[in-house]
Each structure stands twice: as C-alpha cells, then as structure tokens.
C-alpha cells in the first residue's frame, strides 16, 4: 500500500461531461502530481503541485485543471470530454525534496462514451 | 519526441535466468534516473535508482546499469522469479524539469 488514495476507481461517463478526480497523499508528502495512461502509451505528466500551489506543467489540455487544497488533497477536474480523454489517471505524491521517488495511488480508470 | 525510450515492449525469461530491460534517453539534461514496477490493477512502485554520478546501484536482485556516454540503462534481475512479472517502467529527471518523464514500459513475464 503505497498511501496514495484515490477515488473514485472506475468511472463511466458521456462524451461532453465533467468529472472530477480526487487523491490523498501519503501523510507528509507536500507534493502532488497527475500522470495520465492512455492505451499503449506511458505515464503522461499532467501537472504537479507542491503545498498548494502549482509547480510544473506538461501536458495538460485547457479543458482539464487541478488543484491542491490546504489539506493537500489534490483534484484534477475533466471538462468537455472526449472519447480520447478515455485513460487511467494517476495521481502520486512525494515530499517534494529533488529526486524524492514518488509514490503512486492506483489510478482512476476513466471511460468516456 | 520521446525522451526516455523502451523499445522492446515485452520480455520473457525464465525462472532462476537473468532479466535484462534496456532503456534509452536522448535527454542530455537527465540526472536521475528510476525504475518502477507495476502490476495490473495496482500504481507504479518504486523499485530502484542511480544518479547520474554513479554507473551502477544495486539492492538486492536488481541492479541499474547507467551508461552516460550511449544514453542507455539497464535494470538486471538476477535470479529472475515468477513474482517478478510485471510491467517496469523507466523514467529520468533533470535537474531543469520539475518532473519525472517515463518510457512506455516493457512487459516482464517470467515463467516458472
């Protein structure tokens, strides 16, 4: 149990929705990060955020956002979906140190129809 | 453009024989460099890593390989065991990004 949760599990939802991604970190990891696996590819970089504010940014579409609350709980918000945003969601989080390893939840598998 | 690279997208080896996943970069900036090990269902786990300062880092039955001049990794598994099946993936940071870039995985399936 790596101490990342996140909810919900699985997720099935319309083309043209929004849905929202929650992750709690490993109790004392200040940094949280999205990672996005789609079919046959790796792990994506979305966006990291360290004590509540943003750090880093990949490749994140502009119909997606995040943020990390004060109680470091992270949600990544998916709005106008599409078929292709079809993909495992991960979340992960570290103690934000250089090269601290980052411990991932077990993914949010989401599915757009 | 693919930064960290796993070309072969599966291996199989036998149990008690050595497991060999290559990893290539073209990232010259790249640093550190990590191992994961995920099973289905489940998050990457962090299995090993090596710094840029060192060639090689070992615990236990895996060791990293790093190659600085080719841009190439390598993990080794020695002996090779039925519960190491798993997809492993690489990944790199340096010191001017915030964040790790992995490679699309190779499939590990070792049989008994």
């Known amino acids: 149990d790596s101490g990342v949760t996140q909810t919900p599990k699985h997720l099935i939802t319309a083309t043209g929705q929004r849905v929202t991604l929650r992750c709690s970190p490993r109790?004392?990891?200040?940094?949280v990060y999205w990672y996005q696996q789609s079919l046959d590819q790796g792990l994506q970089f979305l966006i990291q955020y360290y004590n509540g504010e943003e750090r880093a940014k990949g490749n994140i579409l502009e119909r997606f956002s995040a943020q990390q609350f004060p109680d470091l709980h992270s949600e990544l918000n998916l709005s106008s979906l599409e078929l292709g945003d079809s993909a495992l969601y991960f979340c992960a989080s570290s103690v934000g140190a250089a090269n601290s390893p980052l411990h991932f939840g077990n993914g949010t598998r989401l599915t757009v129809t | 453009d693919q930064q960290v690279k796993q070309n072969s997208p599966s291996l199989s080896v036998q149990e008690g024989r050595i497991s060999i996943l290559n990893c290539d970069y073209t990232?010259?900036?790249?640093?550190?460099f990590l191992w994961y090990k995920k099973y289905p269902a489940e998050g990457p786990t962090f299995l090993i890593s090596i710094s840029s300062i060192k060639d090689k880092n070992e615990d236990g039955r895996f060791t990293v390989f790093l190659n600085k001049s080719a841009k190439h990794l390598s993990l080794h598994i020695v002996p090779s065991q039925p519960g190491d099946s798993a997809v492993y993936f690489c990944?790199?940071?340096?010191?001017?990004?915030?964040?790790?870039?992995f490679g699309k995985g190779t499939k590990l399936s070792v049989k008994p």
């Open positions: 990944a790199a940071i340096g010191r001017s990004q915030g964040n790790l870039i």
């Open positions: 109790s004392g990891d200040l940094s």
């Open positions: 990232n010259s900036m790249f640093d550190y």
